[in-house]
């Protein structure tokens, strides 16, 4: 009997661009319109069933992101537009903590204090970018239940939150970059000191 590559055998085969790996994992590439488009909310709880599936199904791509890839030192995030559902959903998880949960998420307050560091996307992983944040976030989410919850983040975890609140915005890294600033081929990153496999530093 013939067995067929699972989608991490090929995602991490030779020949294929990062990109290539990404879409192969079930994660959808830059340029389709649902990542331009703010995704719809979660009436909670009468769509609690709806948001369950939708968190089910983000930890699902996540596992099999972890088995092709190296996250372990900036950590994950996905958003539900990204596996190619248009709903407020997603979820973050920072290096070394559980994952974090977010629906119907909003950052309510960000702090003056900004930085920027390189970020890359699952939905266009050939280039990674530097994009100013807030190093704290105040957001307001939504749990399964209805009831509305409020959490402070700073430093990689707000700009991890932030990034994956952009997805359920209809927004990506590009549409937060300075003017004038281009992404660098992932190539050309490995190379610098916040290349691949290590954490965002803060002093």
């Not at 977010?102 to 960000?110: C, F, G, K, S, T």
Request: charged residues 25%; negative net charge; proline residues 8%.
């Amino acid at each position: 009997m013939t067995q067929h590559p699972s989608r991490e055998q090929k995602a991490r085969g030779g020949g294929l661009c990062p990109s290539e790996q990404m879409r192969e994992l079930g994660i959808v590439q830059y340029g389709a319109p649902i990542l331009a488009e703010p995704a719809r909310l979660f009436l909670l709880p009468n769509e609690r069933e709806a948001a369950d599936t939708v968190i089910g199904q983000l930890l699902d791509a996540m596992a099999r992101l972890r088995r092709a890839h190296d996250f372990s030192g900036k950590g994950l995030g996905l958003a539900a537009p990204q596996i190619g559902i248009g709903r407020a959903a997603a979820v973050v998880q920072p290096p070394g903590a559980d994952p974090i949960v977010l629906l119907n998420p909003r950052i309510a307050v960000a702090s003056e204090e900004m930085d920027e560091k390189f970020e890359g996307c699952l939905s266009f992983f050939d280039v990674r970018a530097p994009v100013p944040r807030p190093l704290r976030i105040t957001v307001e989410t939504v749990t399964p239940d209805g009831r509305a919850a409020t959490a402070v983040y700073e430093r990689g975890e707000a700009r991890l939150i932030g990034h994956e609140i952009d997805h359920v915005d209809g927004l990506v890294l590009l549409n937060r970059m300075r003017p004038g600033v281009k992404p660098v081929p992932v190539e050309e990153y490995r190379t610098m000191a916040e290349a691949t496999g290590r954490g965002w530093s803060y002093e």
